[in-house]
């Protein structure tokens, strides 16, 4: 392929991932978030698979700041999910008019 067609390519798959990105509901970022951080970790692995292979300085250079950033945004991804999840969850019942942990 050309450089023009693989430019032409690259711009469409953005307008196209921005497009899908900004119709989803708020109710459904979690799991999008989730399965995201999964097909991360498939471009994570794919990166330590290619730095084996490499031969010049330039590219394990290049490989491991991909890898770092990657790594850091599987991490960030799984905490921001946590987080939503956590808002989800149950409150725990307060005690009545401060009763609890009065020393009688």
Do not use: C, Y
Request: charge should be negative; glycine fraction near 12%; aromatic fraction near 6%.
């Amino acid at each position: 392929m050309s450089t023009i067609t693989e430019i032409a390519i690259l711009v469409l798959a953005a307008f196209v991932g921005f497009e899908v990105i900004s119709k989803v509901p708020n109710t459904l970022h979690t799991p999008l978030m989730s399965g995201t951080n999964a097909i991360h970790g498939i471009v994570l692995l794919g990166g330590l698979l290619v730095i084996a292979d490499s031969s010049g300085v330039l590219e394990k250079v290049l490989l491991v700041v991909a890898i770092t950033f990657g790594t850091i945004n599987i991490i960030g991804g799984f905490f921001v999910t946590d987080r939503m999840l956590g808002m989800f969850k149950r409150k725990p019942d307060l005690p009545e008019d401060g009763q609890e942990g009065e020393g009688e």
